[in-house]
T-cell receptor, first 113, second 114 residues
């Protein structure tokens, strides 16, 4: 099993550019989520999904879109990159919310110039 | 939403036990208590979780108060590698259209002294 795979690992963007951060899991997990972590801070939830076709906003959703067309994939789209979105992004998945452990990817380090 | 309260930081000496507290006074009857940790420059990793009874695994033990309003993560013999931020989290309130979610607080920064 590969677990939770995030690509790319590093990315530098210019202000105003758009891009998609990829997240894939091969564990047939229903629950997937995206967090961002700014330097010296805790994790903040951006968006989450409890299954294919179902997504909802987390704590800091502005500037990001998600979709969940398959169980395996949960891409995060930055619509128009801003320097405030410079952060490390983590994707996580689990069988269900609250009673199963979450598995995290290695993160994507994103810099917006 | 159920929230947790943890101390910002704690210190321990190597090879001594560490007790990391967490308060969750608004916990619901079906909420599991989860602990994760984040080593420097790494993603979070699962440590342990439990509902009512105390739990043990190879990494740690979780002691849950009888009223479930608090819990303690126990590292039996701290090593330098255990220096990390430890997060105690609960599931957020259920939403009819989209289920529930997991949000992290600021956690406890554990320093282990040689």
């Amino acid at each position: 099993n590969a677990g939770v795979t995030q690509t790319p690992k590093f990315q530098v963007l210019k202000t105003g550019q758009s891009m998609t951060l990829q997240c894939a899991q091969d564990m047939n997990h229903e629950y997937m989520s995206w967090y961002r972590q700014d330097p010296g801070m805790g994790l903040r939830l951006i968006h989450y999904s409890v299954g294919a076709g179902i997504t909802d906003q987390g704590e800091v959703p502005n500037g990001y879109n998600v979709s969940r067309s398959t169980t395996e994939d949960f891409p995060l789209r930055l619509l128009s990159a801003a320097p405030s979105q410079t952060s490390v992004y983590f994707c996580a998945s689990s069988y269900s919310v609250g009673n199963q452990p979450q598995h995290f990817g290695d993160g994507t380090r994103l810099s917006i110039l | 939403d159920a929230k947790t309260t943890q101390p910002n930081s704690m210190e321990s000496n190597e090879e001594e036990p560490v007790h990391l507290p967490c308060n969750h006074s608004t916990i619901s009857g079906t909420d599991y208590i989860h602990w994760y940790r984040q080593l420097p420059s790494q993603g979070p990793e699962y440590v342990i979780h439990g509902l009512t009874s105390n739990v043990n695994n190879r990494m740690a033990s979780l002691a849950i108060a009888e009223d479930r309003k608090s819990s303690t993560l126990i590292l039996h013999r701290a090593t330098l590698r255990d220096a990390a931020v430890y997060y105690c989290i609960l599931r957020d309130e259920w939403r009819e259209t989209s289920g529930s979610r997991l949000t992290f607080g600021e956690g406890t920064q554990l320093t282990v002294n040689p």
